[in-house]
């Protein structure tokens, strides 16, 4: 039963940078994908980014590319969200979750099978 952790989420000024961790445990195999979500109140879950198994290849949305990084560390197989230069409107509950497969369609949230229970982030104007 593979389970997920996040944790780094908090209440920042708009500019700051915010690093999110997301612990994963139980068995992932080569081929998995992680994926960052976000849910603003009133709107519909979002794709923020996304990082296949060793790392070597990451996928991010428009709204987030340059100010976001994806990483991976396999040796405790947690991913990390470093954000960056934040804005009011990256408020939002921010979800990691894996799916079996890095192939597409990796920003599409129903296609992934496990989740974190989410971590507020908000930034203040």
């Known amino acids: 039963q593979v389970q997920m952790v996040e944790s780094g989420g908090g209440l920042v000024q708009a500019g700051a940078s915010l690093r999110l961790s997301c612990a994963t445990s139980?068995?992932?195999?080569?081929?998995?994908?992680w994926g960052w979500f976000r849910r603003a109140p009133g709107k519909e879950r979002e794709f923020v980014a996304a990082?296949?198994?060793?790392?070597?290849?990451?996928f991010y949305s428009d709204s987030v590319k340059g100010r976001f990084t994806i990483s991976k560390v396999n040796a405790n197989n947690t991913v990390y969200l470093q954000m960056t230069t934040l804005k009011p409107e990256d408020t939002a509950v921010y979800y990691c979750?894996?799916?079996?497969?890095?192939?597409?369609?990796?920003?599409?949230?129903?296609?992934?099978?496990?989740w974190g229970q989410g971590a507020q982030v908000t930034v203040s104007s």
């Open positions: 139980g068995r992932t195999d080569s081929g998995y994908a």
């Open positions: 990082i296949s198994w060793n790392g070597d290849s990451t």
């Open positions: 979750a894996t799916r079996g497969s890095w192939l597409p369609p990796t920003a599409i949230w129903e296609s992934y099978e496990h």
